[in-house]
Nanobody
């Protein structure tokens, strides 16, 4: 069972930056594609970004493309989400997820393990 722990959320003004981290418990982390999702109040959870095992393949939601960067450090069992030029509409609980199969995915139903989430609040 892979355990995922997110950190780095908080309150930031519009235009600011935050970096989220997701630490995995398993040394097999390097074999897992990883994703970030978010859920705003009253809305369904949505895809943000995904990264392949090696980091060579990356996907972004159109809403964050050019502002957010996903990366991973397999030696540290950690995936990151660098968020720049934050907007109030980025306010949400952000979740990281790990997948057993080899390819990254934009779809939450493809992921097998989830973290508890970290709150990001962007004030206007």
């Amino acid at each position: 069972q892979v355990q995922l722990v997110e950190s780095g959320g908080g309150l930031v003004q519009a235009g600011g930056s935050l970096r989220l981290s997701c630490a995995a418990s398993e040394r097999t982390f390097s074999s897992s594609p990883m994703g970030w999702f978010r859920q705003a109040p009253g809305k369904e959870r949505e895809f943000v970004a995904a990264i392949s095992r090696s980091g060579s393949k990356i996907y972004y939601a159109d809403s964050v493309k050019g502002r957010f960067t996903i990366s991973r450090d397999n030696a540290k069992n950690t995936v990151y989400l660098q968020m720049n030029s934050l907007k109030p509409e980025d306010t949400a609980v952000y979740y990281c997820a790990a997948r057993k199969l080899i390819a990254p995915s934009r779809y939450e139903y493809d992921y097998d393990y989830w973290g508890q989430g970290t709150q990001v609040t962007v004030s206007s």
